[in-house]
C-alpha cells in the first residue's frame, strides 16, 4: 500500500479537483475527497481566525454571527484564502448576508432560530420524485429527511396521497 505525506495528498486531490468546473454531484467519490481538501480551511477558520460559529458539508458553509460588520470584514479573508490556499473561487451568486430571522438556506433546509423548513426546490424535486417512483425505499428516505425539519404537515400530506400508493 502506498502512503503520501499531507501535502502530497493536497496536491494530487488538487489536481482532480482543478478539473472541475461546475461544483460536485453529492455522492461521488471526488465529492468524498472534499473533506480531505477541506480540512485546510476548517483549520484555518477554527485555529487562525477563531471563528466560532461556522458549519461546512462538503463545499457549503455558512458563517453565523450577530455583528454584521465582523460578517463584512471575514469575507474578504475567507476569499482570499480559498483562492491562494486551495485554488477554489466563491460563487458571487451564492453569498448572502442576511438576518437570522429571515432564515439561513443551508444544505435543502431553510433554518430559523426556533424551528427548520424544507426549501420550496427540495420539496418540488421530493413530490416530483415521490410521484415517479413510489417504493417504499424512496418513501422511507424521504420520510428521513422529513423527521429532521418542521414538515409534519407536509408529512401527513405525502401519507395521504403517495404513501398510500400499493408497494411495490
Known amino acids: 500500500m502506498k502512503t503520501y505525506s499531507g501535502s502530497q495528498t493536497r496536491s494530487s486531490i488538487a489536481s482532480i479537483l482543478s478539473d472541475q468546473e461546475l461544483g460536485f454531484r453529492s455522492g461521488t467519490l471526488l465529492h468524498s475527497y472534499l473533506y480531505i481538501y477541506m480540512n485546510e480551511f476548517d483549520q484555518f477558520v477554527k ?55 429571515s432564515g439561513v438556506d443551508f444544505l435543502g433546509w431553510v433554518h430559523f432560530p426556533d424551528h427548520r423548513v424544507l426549501r420550496l426546490t427540495t420539496r418540488r424535486r421530493m413530490l416530483a420524485r415521490l410521484s415517479q417512483t413510489p417504493s417504499r425505499p424512496v ?24 404513501w398510500k400508493l400499493p408497494l411495490d
Open 47 to 101: 485555529h487562525r481566525l477563531r471563528f466560532k460559529h461556522y458549519i461546512r458539508y462538503a463545499d457549503d458553509f455558512v458563517f453565523l454571527s450577530q455583528d454584521r460588520r465582523e460578517l463584512l470584514d471575514l469575507l474578504p479573508v475567507v476569499t482570499r484564502f480559498l483562492e491562494r490556499h486551495l485554488h477554489l473561487l466563491i460563487h458571487p451568486g451564492k453569498i448572502e448576508l442576511r438576518t437570522f430571522a
Open 139 to 162: 418513501r422511507q428516505s424521504y420520510r428521513g429527511l422529513l423527521s429532521h425539519g418542521n414538515s409534519h404537515k407536509l408529512i401527513s400530506e405525502i401519507e395521504n396521497h403517495v
